[in-house]
């Protein structure tokens, strides 16, 4: 059930836009991508690849896929590359004004259903993205999973993107109840090494961004 409310897959995607506008739909872009979020004691975690196609076409092996928001809030997102870079440039103008009007940081919740309210008021010609949101605040560690329509659902791992069967099975089989983020980050890192290893569609870099009460820390693995 995990993987079928989590997978963005071009055939979801057709049937989508077949339901709405009816027709058949031809347009070949990317979908491909690992990216996965753990949820931890002391922080939270995503890992992602770094492969950039259109169709059978590799338009970048140093793509980036994950995306610091604030201090303590990231964000990363398999599918289709400008609408995701498009979403992040419009919640860094709607993260400034809250933050101006309401004079005081944004919670990694309240950024979540801004996200979600977003993708939900562009549900009838939707941004083709899978979000991953996660962060630390005075809630405490929190991760979050957004599909294209605005759903919200909080969670305490997950994956998405093509690669997503691959690595729900590293993470579902190496996850304990409670792990730190040291520990994390080497699951992260070989769950995302299963996706790229069985899906053509995700390669390249490994970038790891991990959130704790001290900020957020990036890291590259070739």
């Given amino acids: 059930m995990r993987q079928l409310v989590n997978v963005l897959k071009l055939a979801d995607v057709t049937k989508l836009y ?53 201090d303590s809030i990231v964000l990363a997102s398999a599918g289709l590359t400008s609408d995701y870079q498009m979403l992040v440039n419009r919640l860094q103008a709607q993260i400034k004004l809250y933050e101006l009007n309401q004079k005081k940081s944004i919670t990694v919740k309240a950024l979540s259903k801004m996200i979600a309210n977003t993708l939900y008021s562009t549900r009838m010609a939707p941004l083709y993205v899978q979000t991953v949101v996660v962060g630390v605040d005075a ?12 759903s919200l659902i909080p969670d305490e791992f ?12 590293v993470l579902e089989n190496s996850l304990k109840i409670e792990v730190t983020v040291k520990e994390a980050e080497e699951i992260a890192i070989k769950a995302v090494k299963a996706g790229i290893s069985r899906d053509v569609q995700s390669g390249g870099e490994i970038r790891i961004m991990s959130v704790t009460d001290s900020g957020v820390t990036e890291r590259v693995v070739s």
């Fill in 158 to 169: 997950t994956a998405t993107g093509t690669g997503t069967g691959s690595a729900y099975g």
């Fill in 18 to 70: 077949e339901l709405y506008y009816g027709g058949s739909f031809t347009m070949s872009f990317p979908t491909g991508a690992t990216v996965v979020g753990i949820k931890c004691t002391d922080g939270v975690v995503v890992a992602t690849d770094s492969l950039i196609t259109w169709g059978t076409h590799v338009l970048s092996e140093k793509g980036i896929k994950a995306f610091k928001l604030t």
């Fill in 139 to 150: 809630a405490g560690p929190q991760l979050y999973t957004l599909d294209m329509g605005g």
